[in-house]
């Protein structure tokens, strides 16, 4: 809805009236939406598409009137609580299609003034702080075209002992749910195929009244209508309609059930009156009996048929709305995204006892019902262009969508870019721990690696010194052995020569006659000790090292002797 342009037409004018009849008026959306305590949406739906307006009675008429003179003597009265002068006008937006017509609205269009005929259950709501949606869409669609920000709701008779205000905000959330209803209520009026013409309300008619059954007897039946009676009272039976389909069929056929109870009242009051005469009038008795039961059958086969077939077509008309509100879903462009919860019909028709308030109720709650699922079936649809244009790769961050598509476009897409955003953060973070491990890895490997190669060389260096320090070892051991081994040279060279000379101290002079014979060899004695040197020498031989080796060999054993 577009802010209204302020056309100059007097309210109530035939210019006025001509103007209402092409627009959505802002009094007509309670009935739209059918929320209107006055006006069902079928009756506006049928006075939209004929243009024929119900005439207004006289007593309504004075309420009308009387409406007027308290708005005009409230007008004071709300200027006062508005600190401001006030001006009725009427807001068109001719694009749109949508009219308001504001009992008051300041000139610089920012409070606006709506008076309601004051009453006990209209005070109970402004005391509340919580107006009835069927005050609240009128304000709705004044609030859009006059761009006012605040309303002064006055419930008044005129006078300050019975006059109550309640200020109401402007709510531009609430617009989009008017332009939704009036967007389905001009469908709907699209596709509108007048009815037949409806009767005036079902008030039923009785049966033809029957004659007064008159019975006199004093033994016998001296006088008697009885014949008269029964032709009457059985062509008023036949007559009776058994075929029940409208709100008159209806109403037609419990006036009968109470006429066929009325009737079997009269019949066994005669016959009675008749017994109380004489008692032998058989033919009398069983004639009043007989007719009596036949009323007696109709009036209990016709009360079930009223309640039966009542059942049937309540029945039938839920099973319609029901139909027609699960169609209209399903043709919403929304896929399983759209809740099939069924609006409570049943509920709606309670307390409605006739086929049209039952059909009125249905309708209503299928257009109001409707309205929501559009609205719910815009936002949905919104989400899903959210997603696909925003989402990109990451949809599957929101495989729960099913869950998220009713939120408000606001509040879905801030979901939107808060999981994208977390989840490439924290791609970014597992990426970068990622790096950072590699790094760490790469850094490790390249330490041991180094520590490796130190570790070789150091490996290396303390073989080399290792061999170095060795050689020298071997170089010192060879020198100490060589040295030691002329030592022991020496040592056992002065032995050898100790050795001899006392072997030839301890030799006899040879005599002379005996020297030329050779010295008997005693086989069982101990050949004579080799030398030092030639025991180093047979030792060096068989182990084939040298004599050095074998003199630290025999050093070493007597220092172990020695210790």
Known sequence: ???????SVVQGSE???????????????????GVSKYQSRNDLLKQKATGLVPEIDSHTQRIFDDGHKAEAAARPIAETEIDDELFPVVLDDAEGGF??????????????WEHKSFNASLAAQIDAGQLDEHYLIQLDQQFALSGAERILFTASDGTDANCKHLWIERDESRFAAVEAGWAQFEKDLAEYVPAEAEEPKAEGKAPESL???VVRASGMVEASNLEEFEAIARATLAKINTDLQTDT????AEKAVKFCADVEKRLKASKDHVIGQMAGVDAAIRLMDSLSNDFSQVRLRLGKLVKDQKETLKLGILQTAKQDYDTFLRSLDVGQYMPLVMPDFAGAMKGKRTISSLKDACDDLTAQSKIEANELAAVIRGNM??????????KFLFNDFSQLCQKPADDFAAIVKSRIADHEQAEHDRLEAERAKIRAEEELKARREAEMASKKAEDERQQEADQQALKQKQAEQNKRLAAEAETAKAEMASREQYDEGQKAAKQPAPVAAKAAQPTPVNKGAHPERPSTTEIISVLASHYGVD?????????????????
């Open 249 to 252: 069929d209806f109403a037609d």
């Open 15 to 33: 210019e006025w009236l001509s103007l209402r009849a092409a627009r959505n008026t802002a009094s007509e959306a309670p009935a739209m939406k």
């Open 99 to 112: 009219l308001a017509s504001m009992d008051g609205l300041t000139m610089c269009r920012k409070v606006g």
């Open 547 to 563: 004599t050095g080796v074998v003199a630290l060999w025999i050093h070493e054993l007597k220092v172990q002797e020695a210790a």
């Open 1 to 7: 809805m577009n802010r209204g342009k302020i056309v």
């Open 385 to 394: 262009a959210q997603l696909a244009e925003n989402a990109g790769d990451y």
């Open 211 to 213: 004659p007064a059954l």
